[in-house]
């Protein structure tokens, strides 16, 4: 293959990234993913320069401590190769907490998940002595700010921002064995991005939280 043709073929992989590596950063799961397609023996494009890349773009950082169980991932291929082979290949050498769920041929051209998301789902699990009702009179004190001002690090530099316009939907409902489940819908895309700890700090309820999951990424072309 000659340099010119470029990429043959890109495929969008579904992952979950489960308890086991949820402390783990995202660029230590970049690297991850780099040692798996190259022990998978993928024939993955590289990107052109001084420093060859894999060509690969996961869509949507996760928080560490944040599980997930929808996760995207796209990359590009030299050869193309089956959806359903290169599930086979990358499942023996993933690390355990890391899991390939689906993969599907997308457009050469298409934009850039990144560039298309629009918001996230996720649930928090609490373990809290407070009962369901008076979770849910704090959600609705929270959602009746007009302005949530925070302060978040951002390139090493601390940065204030409004959260309250990030926050699409937020409920909470009883969950089992006592817990209570707490459901956000916030906005992640180029123009700003919520994260689930600032609206648990923001509720009052950061020691409360046991587990927080990401289940859906939304997208622009979602129908």
């Given at each position: 293959?000659?340099?010119?043709?470029?990429?043959?073929?890109?495929?969008?992989?579904?992952?979950?990234?489960?308890?086991?590596?949820?402390?783990?950063?995202?660029?230590?799961?970049?690297?991850?993913?780099?040692?798996?397609?190259?022990?998978a023996?993928?024939?993955?494009?590289?990107?052109?320069?001084?420093?060859?890349?894999?060509?690969?773009?996961?869509?949507?950082?996760?928080?560490?401590?944040?599980?997930?169980?929808?996760?995207?991932?796209?990359?590009?291929?030299d050869?193309?190769?089956?959806?359903?082979?290169?599930?086979?290949?990358?499942?023996?050498?993933?690390?355990?907490?890391?899991?390939?769920?689906?993969?599907?041929q997308v457009?050469?051209?298409?934009?850039?998940l990144?560039?298309?998301?629009?918001?996230?789902?996720?649930?928090?699990?609490?373990?809290?002595?407070?009962?369901?009702?008076?979770?849910?009179?704090?959600?609705?004190?929270?959602?009746?700010?007009p302005?949530?001002?925070?302060?978040?690090?951002?390139?090493?530099?601390?940065?204030?921002?409004?959260?309250?316009?990030?926050?699409?939907?937020?409920?909470?409902?009883?969950?089992?064995?006592?817990?209570?489940?707490?459901?956000?819908?916030?906005?992640?895309?180029?123009?700003?991005?919520?994260?689930?700890?600032q609206?648990?700090?923001?509720?009052?309820?950061s020691?409360?939280?046991?587990?927080?999951?990401?289940?859906?990424?939304?997208?622009?072309?979602?129908?």
């Open positions: 293959m000659t340099q010119d043709q470029g990429p043959r073929q890109r495929l969008r992989i579904g992952f979950a990234k489960r308890s086991q590596l949820k402390y783990i950063a995202h660029l230590d799961l970049a690297r991850t993913w780099e040692r798996a397609f190259r022990r023996g993928l024939p993955v494009a590289y990107s052109q320069g001084f420093n060859p890349r894999p060509r690969f773009q996961i869509a949507a950082a996760l928080p560490v401590g944040v599980t997930g169980r929808a996760e995207l991932l796209d990359v590009w291929l050869e193309p190769t089956s959806p359903e082979q290169v599930l086979a290949r990358l499942r023996p050498v993933l690390p355990v907490g890391l899991a390939v769920l689906s993969s599907e457009d050469l051209r298409a934009p850039s990144q560039s298309r998301m629009r918001a996230a789902d996720y649930v928090a699990t609490l373990d809290s002595a407070e009962p369901v009702a008076a979770i849910q009179a704090r959600i609705q004190e929270l959602l009746a700010e302005v949530l001002l925070r302060q978040r690090q951002h390139k090493g530099k601390l940065q204030r921002y409004d959260l309250r316009p990030l926050i699409q939907t937020l409920t909470a409902e009883a969950g089992e064995g006592g817990q209570v489940s707490l459901k956000m819908r916030l906005q992640a895309s180029p123009q700003g991005a919520g994260r689930p700890d609206v648990l700090e923001a509720l009052g309820l020691l409360a939280a046991s587990a927080i999951e990401r289940t859906r990424l939304h997208f622009e072309f979602d129908k």
